[in-house]
């Protein structure tokens, strides 16, 4: 997948971003494309963040595939660097062919270059074909996760 190019996220990209997310069993119904003043807002407070890092993987100028990585620092074991990966989407009509991978791994390898010695995310309970994807890219399903929306 030489032609891919993988880069930050410009104000530019958002309508494509919200797109893919919004493409899901899931996103469909928690995404609103049609009010993009949100995501505009949202995008603005994500670049000024230098710890949060919302790319997009670009192929012949369209956008495929999004993910957030986030950096956080902390005292837990023994002040690791760790990173996030959020909102990780590929276009449907690119899945099967490896993207999902190659965005992966330069996620790991993009986070190690950050400092990070842990990298970890998240995937909804009802996506085992998620789970297993990630699990097959080395992750460990070692905790549960909780939300809480306020």
């Known amino acids: 997948m030489s032609d891919l190019e993988i880069r930050r996220a410009t104000a530019e990209d958002v309508p494509a971003i919200v797109a893919l997310l919004a493409d899901d069993v899931r996103g469909a119904t928690r995404e609103s494309p049609d009010d993009p003043a949100l995501y505009v807002a949202a995008f603005e407070r994500v670049a000024a963040d230098p710890q949060q890092h919302l790319m997009v993987a670009v192929r012949d100028g369209r956008t495929i595939a999004t993910l957030q990585l986030s950096v956080i620092a902390g005292l837990s074991r023994r002040g690791t660097v760790r ?68």
């Open 83 to 150: 990173t996030v990966i959020e909102a990780v989407r590929v276009d449907s009509r690119e899945r099967g062919n490896g993207l999902g991978t190659e965005l992966i791994e330069w996620a790991v390898a993009e986070s190690a270059r950050l400092g990070a010695s842990l990298v970890q995310l998240t995937s909804d309970a009802g996506r085992t074909d998620a789970h297993r994807f990630y699990q097959r890219l080395g992750f460990t399903a070692s905790h549960l996760g909780f939300k809480r929306e306020i």
